[in-house]
């Protein structure tokens, strides 16, 4: 079967560094997508990778390994506004979206 | 219009009672898709539509049903509700076939009794 890890909850402080990790098994892989959701809200597109590597873009980083079915998302600096749930997802090989159950981040002052 | 609109924002229903949910994008996106979202278990995939003309099963299909008569609107029925339907529906877009990336409806919450 298919399935994608991430943990359900973390917490980390204002101003720190974060990772979450997501591990898949997946029919196939058409690259990897991170989207964020705040409560109530819909998801919104973050970061997407398919070749090995890390993908910078200002305060996020998304880092990719095929081999080892694995990615994680990196914040930076992190602000109350970063509470929300992170979500990974991969395309597998009919090109349909497996996802994650998402990772809950909690941001204390 | 800008992006993607979904009816209603929310509903209550009685157990039986058939609902269409309403999903309209102006981006011109050839495939969209209906998710649903319930606590502690990732978006799952209903149905999706690839063109307009055509459509899909994806993994939890059974009970709900969808037409893709024109490029813009998406709508997704369930023709007799039953509580297990309780849940958050999203519908979502893309340029591609699946290739590219997925943009999000505001969601309709369903409350079935």
């Known amino acids: 079967g298919q399935n994608i890890d991430q943990p359900t909850e973390m917490t980390a402080t204002e101003g720190a560094i974060v990772q979450i990790n997501c591990t898949y098994q997946?029919?196939?892989?058409?690259?990897l997508f991170w989207y964020q959701q705040h409560a109530g809200e819909a998801p919104t597109f973050l970061s997407y990778?398919?070749l090995d590597g890390l993908e910078e873009k200002g305060r996020f980083s998304s880092f990719l390994s095929r081999s080892k079915g694995y990615s994680y998302l990196l914040l930076k600096e992190l602000q109350m506004k970063d509470s929300a749930s992170y979500l990974c997802a991969v395309l597998d090989s009919n090109y349909q979206l497996i996802w994650g159950a998402g990772t809950k981040l909690i941001i204390k002052p | 219009i800008a992006g993607i609109t979904q009816a209603p924002t929310s509903q209550i229903l009685a157990a039986g009672r058939r609902m269409t949910l309403r999903c309209t994008q102006d981006?011109?996106?050839?495939?969209m898709y209906w998710y649903r979202q319930d606590l502690g278990l990732g978006l799952r995939l209903i149905h999706y539509?690839?063109?307009?003309?055509?459509?899909g099963k994806g993994e939890v299909p059974d009970g709900y049903s969808v037409s893709r008569a024109n490029t813009d609107d998406f709508p997704l029925t369930l023709a007799s509700a039953v509580p297990s339907q309780t849940s958050v529906y999203f519908c979502?877009?893309?340029?591609?076939?699946?290739?590219?990336?997925?943009?999000f409806g505001p969601g309709t919450r369903l409350t079935v009794l």
């Open positions: 981006m011109r996106h050839n495939a």
């Open positions: 539509s690839n063109t307009a003309g055509t459509t």
């Open positions: 997946t029919s196939g892989f058409n690259g």
């Open positions: 979502a877009s893309s340029g591609g076939e699946g290739t590219d990336t997925q943009y």
């Open positions: 990778n398919v």
